[in-house]
């Protein structure tokens, strides 16, 4: 075992985090597929979100691969600012598709990679806000 003669004072901690420029970037490369349904006051249905890393290539440094993908499919479900984003998504979503007016009760979003794609799965379940 090696015997440390000089230590710094100093702790140093990497961190990765998605840039804020990213969650634009991501939401604007994406294509969209929505689907649901109004029973009496309640919505339910599920936007999908697939953003092919390689759109976004004349625009980005990072390699559009796979793991980047499944790095940014780990980051985003952790990112606050992401979620927030993805909730107004699948909330404009469900409300042109219901042709109403909603109040989301809950929007669950999950992400996940495939490839050099990131998948988001936003699940909306909401209610009429004027029945």
Do not use: W
């Amino acid at each position: 075992m090696a015997v440390a003669r000089r230590v710094s004072l100093f702790e140093r901690e990497v961190s990765v985090r998605l840039a804020p420029v990213a969650v634009d970037l991501l939401h604007d490369a994406a294509r969209v597929l929505h689907e649901g349904e109004l029973a009496g006051n309640t919505y339910s249905g599920s936007t999908m979100l697939t953003i092919d890393l390689a759109r976004t290539a004349d625009r980005v440094s990072d390699p559009p691969d796979a793991s980047t993908a499944q790095r940014l499919a780990f980051l985003y479900a952790a990112d606050d600012r992401c979620r927030d984003h993805a909730r107004r998504i699948a909330l404009a979503e469900a409300r042109r598709a219901a042709g109403c007016e909603l109040a989301v009760a809950d929007v669950d979003v999950e992400s996940r990679a495939q490839g050099n794609q990131l998948h988001l799965s936003l699940n909306v379940e909401a209610k009429r806000t004027n029945p």
